[in-house]
């Protein structure tokens, strides 16, 4: 049995593969992919060759589900996960497994013996996966990251998402504006970033700017149908909002 993780935790990942090894050694492991991007273009290329995926719902740069809206599987598909507030019914109901982390070796014994059981006979089992993540995404509340690990001199700190004044990209580096001259840099980037935390609170004003609520102090009107943002701590550059974003920062401040 060829087998595909796709898990960002790597001691969970490495669990994970220790225990198929136990449950089967014929079962290989074709590769360990940590986020949604990388999963994507992995697929792309090799999908035929996988015959079952084992995928964390959450991934370093987004939900998994992300990836079936930019690429078919067709392979069946064993989620896990750390958080059981994902609605179980979904998986159950479509038979396919799911699987609460750490993982049970008996849970896992089970979820293969199923696999065998529905994807291993001649004609078998088909599942339609947009149906069953419209199931799952109607069902699921969102969860934002709450703080982010940074460097501080030689040590390891943590910030709050909700101390983060602003975030903006310099020199391709992405750094987090905390209070006056307190800024951290993230190993993130904007992109990633703009999925991560809550999208009532942040919003992305350009291609180099997400700005948080309270950060706004004054808006003023900028030519070419732009705003020109006043933000607290002050800004070395100007906060523009993009005429393209003006439409829905408008909206988005108007909830």
Known sequence: MKVLIIEDEIPAARQLQKLLREQNQQIEVLDILDSVEGAVNWLH???????LIFM??????????????????????????AFDHYTMKAFKVNSIDYL?????PQELTGALEKYQQFFMQPNGYTINYQEVLAAIQSQQQPTYKKRFLVKSG???RFINTDDIQ???SE???VFAQVAQKQKFHLDYSLDQIEKLVNP???????????VQLNAIHK?????????????????????????????????????
């Open 45 to 51: 290329k090799s999908a035929a060759k996988v015959q």
């Open 171 to 173: 020199d391709s580096l």
């Open 200 to 210: 009532a609170l942040f919003f992305r004003i350009n291609r180099k700017l997400i």
């Open 219 to 255: 808006i003023h009107t900028y030519f070419n149908s732009r705003l020109l943002l006043d933000l607290s701590p002050q800004t070395e550059f100007d906060a523009i909002v993009s005429r393209d974003r003006v439409p829905d920062f408008k909206q988005w401040l108007d909830q």
């Open 166 to 168: 602003y975030l903006f």
């Open 56 to 81: 964390d719902i959450q991934l370093a740069d987004g939900l998994s589900f992300d990836i079936f809206q930019q690429v078919t599987i067709n392979s069946p598909v064993i989620f896990t996960t």
């Open 100 to 104: 609460l982390k750490p993982i049970d």
């Open 154 to 156: 030689q040590e390891l």
